[in-house]
């Protein structure tokens, strides 16, 4: 398991990328439009920035909302993310995503409650 990306909530994912493209020399090397969502990735040293902009009411938008724009979660990479949720119930970690879902990027997701890992929303993701 190695660091896959930031997630980070924003009410304009193309004007954040130009940002951090513009301050940091990052490149934005894919964006979509996934479950009511603008999604921009931005390549950084083997790892992402997730740029997430709300299109339509959901998660990002209450997340927004509630505690205004930001790191909304952290990735970790996986080759075996079945292995991985098994792994962290049986150390007590609850996990959101009983089963593993298509992601962005078409990637396969799953979320563990923040709760029980000092506050911090984490994400497993299999490429």
Known sequence: MHF???GIATEDARELAELYET????????????DGM??????CDGGYFELLEP???????K???TNGPGIHHVAFATEDIAG?????????????DERPRPGAWGHTVA??????????????VEH
């Open 4 to 6: 896959d990306h930031a």
């Open 111 to 124: 979320f563990l409650h923040p709760s029980d890992t000092g506050g911090v929303l984490f994400e497993f």
């Open 84 to 96: 991985a949720l098994e792994s962290v119930r049986e150390h007590d970690v609850r996990v959101l």
């Open 55 to 61: 299109l339509e009411e959901g998660p990002i938008a």
């Open 63 to 65: 997340y927004i909302e």
């Open 38 to 43: 603008r999604i921009v990735f931005l390549e």
């Open 23 to 34: 301050l940091f020399g990052l490149e934005a090397i894919h964006e979509e439009e996934f």
